[in-house]
């Protein structure tokens, strides 16, 4: 049995707009394509847990973290976005889910948090 995903929090690894207001005019995240990867299964590692102890995430992306465990472990990204978009999600942001999910992907994908599958 794998350890579940907690609810984000943050922890100072980065600045973000919902920690600094100010900082929403300089964060550097890329425009979503417009037609892009939302057919694309993402899956939450079985040791996403032990990871996310070993390498500290911000508040954001620990949210889409534990929507994906809350989805049952693995969802379209579509399904994720929609999830994240949600009224009673984790995900405090000025921007939209989908904006978020296109910065942090590549960083999940990259230290083994999630991958993607059909």
Avoid: H
Avoid at 19 to 40: L, T
Avoid at 56 to 72: C, H, K, S, T, W
């Amino acid at each position: 049995m794998t350890k579940k995903i907690s609810s984000p929090k943050s922890n100072g690894a980065t600045v973000t707009p919902t920690v600094d207001p100010k900082s929403v005019a300089r964060c550097g995240i890329p425009a979503p394509a417009p037609k892009g990867r939302n057919n694309i299964k993402l899956k939450l590692a079985k040791n996403a847990a032990e990871l996310l102890e070993a390498n500290p995430l911000p508040a954001q992306a620990q949210a889409i973290l534990f929507v994906l465990d809350q989805l049952g472990g693995s969802a379209k990204q579509s399904e994720l976005i929609e999830a994240l978009d949600a009224d009673e999600s984790p995900l405090a942001t000025v921007q939209g889910a989908t904006r978020i999910v296109t910065f942090y992907r590549k960083k999940l994908l990259e230290v083994g948090f999630i991958t993607t599958g059909v």
